[in-house]
């Protein structure tokens, strides 16, 4: 069953280190402060997938990020921390979005786009799974789009720009791990900008 209103330790430990990573012990200490979370200054989440966390604790650090670094700068932040929770997925926790098993060494050069629609919709499937069924996904000559619809990354963000960047990372690094080269993600659409559904262009890379 998809839980509702939560999300997985994991995302917020890797948020709180890559933030921590770029604004210190001193700046992550205020940001902290800022938003009310003192909880997390002593101890970060766990290093797990367990649901604790409400996904306002997430939106309200994002939102700080965005108040104090401005979305560019707090967009570079959630940009890799998305990286980082692929990689630590693959590495810890593969089961989760059903990749057991995937070699992507193995996969034929001429292939590899085909295999990563295909993997992808695997992993598609298992989010949805943990979720809920907000996920849509659309085959076009330009590459995989992606939709989702409510958005748990930007719920109850304003902003001017699209700000889903952790999805942009996490999606870069799904592609650039089956495709074995540095793949372009965009997010075109967003709720927190006044659009219906957060969409994302996977763009198909030269073979």
Not at 10 to 34: A, N, P, W
Not at 67 to 84: T, W, Y
Not at 101 to 117: C, D, M, N, S, W
Request: net charge negative; hydrophobic share 40%; proline share 4%.
């Amino acid at each position: 069953m998809p839980h509702r209103g939560k999300l997985p330790n994991i995302l917020f430990y890797i948020t709180l280190h890559v933030c921590e990573d770029i604004l210190g012990e001193k700046g992550m200490f205020s940001i902290l402060k800022y938003t009310g979370l003192e909880k997390f200054i002593d101890e970060f989440p766990a290093k797990d997938l367990d649901l604790t966390h409400n996904y306002e604790d997430f939106t309200t650090i994002t939102t700080a990020l965005i108040e104090v670094l401005g979305e560019n700068g707090a967009g570079s932040i959630m940009l890799e921390a998305g990286r980082r929770a692929f990689d630590l997925m693959v590495d810890v926790a593969p089961y989760l979005f059903n990749i057991e098993g995937v070699e992507p060494e193995k996969i034929a050069p001429g292939r590899r786009f085909e295999e990563f629609l295909k993997i992808y919709k695997v992993m598609t499937d298992a989010a949805s799974n943990i979720f809920g069924d907000v996920y849509t996904i659309l085959e076009q000559e330009v590459g995989l789009i992606y939709e989702i619809s409510p958005c748990y990354l930007c719920e109850g963000l304003r902003t001017k720009n699209a700000i889903c960047y952790i999805q942009v990372g996490f999606m870069a690094g799904a592609a650039e791990w089956i495709m074995g080269k540095k793949t372009v993600v965009k997010e075109t659409l967003c709720i927190a900008k006044g659009d219906d559904r957060c969409r994302f262009v996977v763009v198909r890379p030269e073979e």
